[in-house]
């Protein structure tokens, strides 16, 4: 539920100028305002499952955008359901919208939706019903640009260098043909960011969100709770923090998806039992920022 200085779930990734939300819990159009965001720059929402606390945001961020010009769709993305609670509350509410959404649901794993440079995959966790993560992952960067090596190579300053930079060959001045390969470095990781919340603890969540560079899970309870996170199908913090350090390759884990009960203070219990097992655990609060950068 709601605090007086704890908002529910939504998590918002900024890529390139592109904003995409992740679930939109109750009152996200407030953090959204005070953050000062374009929110008309969001893109899609992805939504883990349709209990009310990660949905009942979505109606009044479709009225907030329509404040604003928009050309482009907002796509909504959710397992079953998403687009029945889209249609009624549209239909309920009057719901005045200036501009196109596009709602596709999914019932299995795989990729959900992709871009320039990037997709986003979805996978199923294990919840009270139908619930999935996310990964958002670019695509592979081309290597380090050597300047001297292509000068070497005959090619002058210029555009020239910007087309090996993207991957293409280019002429030289004598005639001669320049590959990338001849003037960059091995081919650099782009980034990943995965996101989990309402699920119990269990190994597949490893495998899909091994080497992200920003792990974002629900830590709703401390380990003596263990037996109620299990009968409510969610997980302890500690358990979030077995689960990044069995990925590997995971550079932070922000907890996420507080139980009530844990004051601002009283979490830093679950941070603790946490960092016993990942040290490199955070907590998040509203409008934290986690800035998200390349490893090389």
Excluded at 19 to 39: C, H, I, K, P
Aim: one cysteine or more; a negative charge; hydrophobic letters at 40%.
């Amino acid at each position: 539920m709601p605090l007086p200085n704890r908002h529910l779930t939504s998590v918002l990734l900024r890529r390139e100028g592109e904003l995409f939300l992740f679930d939109a819990g109750e009152g996200t159009q407030v953090s959204l305002r005070a953050l000062n965001l374009r929110w008309k720059k969001i893109s899609v929402i992805f939504i883990s499952h349709t209990h009310a606390d990660h949905v009942t945001g979505i109606p009044g961020l479709l009225m907030l955008s329509s404040q604003v010009d928009r050309d482009d769709p907002l796509y909504i993305v959710g397992p079953p359901r998403i687009a029945e609670y889209i249609d009624s509350s549209r239909r309920v509410l009057d719901m005045y919208l200036n501009y196109e959404i596009v709602v596709q649901e999914f019932t299995a794993p795989g990729v959900v939706y992709q871009g320039d440079g990037f997709r986003v995959r979805a996978f199923p966790l294990r919840h009270s019903k139908p619930c999935f993560g996310y990964v958002l992952e670019e695509d592979m960067r081309p290597g380090e640009f050597y300047p001297q090596k292509a000068i070497e190579a005959g090619v002058p300053r210029g555009h020239l260098w910007a087309q090996l930079q993207a991957g293409k060959t280019v002429e030289a001045k004598d005639g001669s043909i320049v590959i990338p390969d001849q003037v960059l470095g091995p081919p650099r990781h782009g980034r990943k960011f995965s996101f989990v919340t309402d699920t119990l603890a269990f190994p597949d969540i490893a495998d899909e969100v091994t080497g992200s560079d920003l792990f974002v899970c629900e830590g709703m309870f401390e380990e003596a709770l263990s037996e109620d996170a299990r009968t409510k199908k969610h997980m302890t913090a500690q358990q979030a923090a077995h689960i990044a350090a069995a990925a590997g390759g995971i550079r932070k884990l922000a907890l996420i998806h507080y139980s009530p009960r844990y004051t601002y203070h009283d979490l830093k219990l679950l941070l603790k039992e946490a960092q016993i097992v990942f040290p490199h655990t955070v907590l998040s609060h509203d409008r934290v920022l986690f800035p998200i950068e390349y490893r090389d």
